[in-house]
């Protein structure tokens, strides 16, 4: 509950009370600029978005291995949001819906049950992220995601190629500036009342 409030606040809006997405295997990516730019790898499980922190982003290259912090779940409602999460807000900062679309778990119907067990295969449909993955946990508070060698495997830096956001196509920093432009405009509008 705490965390719904939390989230509520920080996006501004009210969080609609959605349990599952139409797939029930919605994954989505954000790039978040707070205290250090980084992107927020999400996976639907068990009625909520799991998460994990990928401090330099995902990569196609098969022999890199992304670190990946786990973080705290988040509302399935949280995949849609792009914007300003407002200082003293956890989170604080920008957020860029940067990839997102369904996967498939690979050898397992329980992906909440195969997280808990430390590995993950799966094969991710999204706009920019597509083919087989694995999560896997290397310790207590650690993770890596890897990209497995197949036909959408590349050497290319996917993070720099495509900066653009999946949702609105708005680089982060225009969505930083029209966060900026909102605020001003929301600031004056009360200031005339």
Same mark, same amino acid.
């Given at each position: %509950? =705490? #965390?719904?409030? =939390?989230?509520? #606040?920080?996006?501004?809006?009210? %969080? #609609?009370? %959605? !349990? !599952?997405?139409? $797939?029930?295997?919605?994954?989505?990516?954000?790039? /978040? #600029?707070? +205290?250090?730019? /980084?992107?927020?790898?999400?996976?639907?499980?068990?009625?909520?978005?799991?998460?994990?922190?990928?401090?330099?982003?995902?990569?196609?290259n098969p022999s890199v291995k992304r670190l990946a912090i786990p973080v705290e779940d988040h509302p399935l409602s949280y995949a849609d949001f792009e914007g300003l999460i407002p200082e003293g807000n956890y989170g604080a900062g920008i957020v860029m819906v940067w990839d997102r679309g369904t996967y498939l778990p690979v050898g397992t119907n329980d992906v909440g049950l195969a997280l808990q067990e430390g590995e993950l295969k799966l094969t991710l449909i999204g706009m920019k992220l597509k083919g087989s993955w694995s999560l896997v946990r290397i310790n207590r508070?650690?993770?890596?995601l890897i990209k497995h060698r197949d036909s959408h495997a590349s050497k290319k830096d996917i993070t720099r190629l495509e900066p653009r956001s999946a949702a609105s196509g708005r680089l982060l920093s225009q969505i930083a500036d029209d966060e900026v432009c909102s605020?001003?405009?929301?600031? $004056?509008?009360?200031? +005339?009342?």
């Open positions: %509950m =705490r #965390r719904r409030i =939390r989230e509520e #606040r920080a996006s501004g809006k009210k %969080m #609609r009370g %959605m !349990t !599952t997405s139409p $797939s029930g295997r919605l994954f989505v990516i954000q790039l /978040h #600029r707070a +205290s250090h730019l /980084h992107y927020d790898f999400r996976l639907e499980a068990d009625g909520v978005l799991k998460s994990w922190s990928i401090p330099k982003g995902p990569s196609l508070r650690a993770w890596l605020a001003k405009k929301e600031s $004056s509008k009360q200031g +005339s009342k």
